[in-house]
């Protein structure tokens, strides 16, 4: 993992404790977007899709946010209630990396952000204890319940959340072209990328991969 300046690899550390406990959440998804993002701090719809989040308990901005590249595997799996077509997941055991975005936020807001990920209701502080003593906790069978530690930055722990089954066991499906442009406006934003970078990147994912070419990419993102 090459997270950027003062990042550590490796799991270890003491389990946050507290809502105001910080921690970072490593986006690779469509929460690369900030204005994305931002729709579950808030609440609202996010541009492009079709449902509302309620938002979180603590709504303000996060404090940081660092580009990120992740030891793994984007793919396209599933149906998006929100984008239509297949959801981006994250394989930590597949080749990589990943680019991501990592947000400096507190245990509070990662925990009801999580729970907007697994259509649940926000409002319940997650147990880190298990994700940082082995580097995975899964919490449900389906969507984002596997919670990901991906690492460390500044001492705090990295976190994400995937599908438990990975991507030997996923249901590919492609991404729709709202999905796809929420993307590649948070890797611009995240990595500097221009279009036609980040066209070949998504075109080559499992789940696109075979359904979208760069061209094709290329003219979505247009």
Request: a neutral charge.
């Amino acid at each position: 993992m090459r997270p950027g300046p003062g990042a550590a690899a490796g799991h270890g550390g003491a389990p946050a404790a507290g809502s105001g406990a910080l921690v970072w959440y490593a986006a690779y998804g469509s929460n690369l977007h900030a204005p994305r993002l931002a729709r579950y701090l808030l609440g609202g719809r996010p541009e492009g899709g079709a449902l509302a989040c309620p938002g979180c308990r603590d709504p303000r901005p996060p404090l940081r946010d660092v580009p990120v590249l992740l030891p793994g595997l984007l793919y396209f799996a599933t149906e998006s209630a929100v984008w239509g077509g297949g959801r981006g997941f994250y394989d930590p055991d597949a080749t990589g990396p990943a680019p991501g975005r990592a947000y400096l936020l507190t245990l509070g807001q990662f925990s009801d952000i999580a729970a907007q990920e697994m259509y649940r209701s926000p409002g319940t502080d997650l147990d880190l204890t298990g994700v940082l003593a082995t580097g995975r906790a899964t919490l449900g069978p389906g969507r984002y319940e596997t919670l990901v530690h991906a690492g460390e930055l500044d001492g705090l722990p990295l976190l994400t959340l995937t599908a438990p089954t990975g991507l030997a066991g996923a249901d590919l499906n492609p991404p729709s072209a709202a999905y796809l442009r929420t993307l590649a406006a948070g890797l611009a934003q995240a990595h500097g990328w221009d279009s036609r970078r980040t066209a070949r990147y998504l075109a080559s994912r499992p789940g696109a991969a075979g359904h979208w070419s760069a061209q094709g990419v290329l003219e979505a993102l247009a």
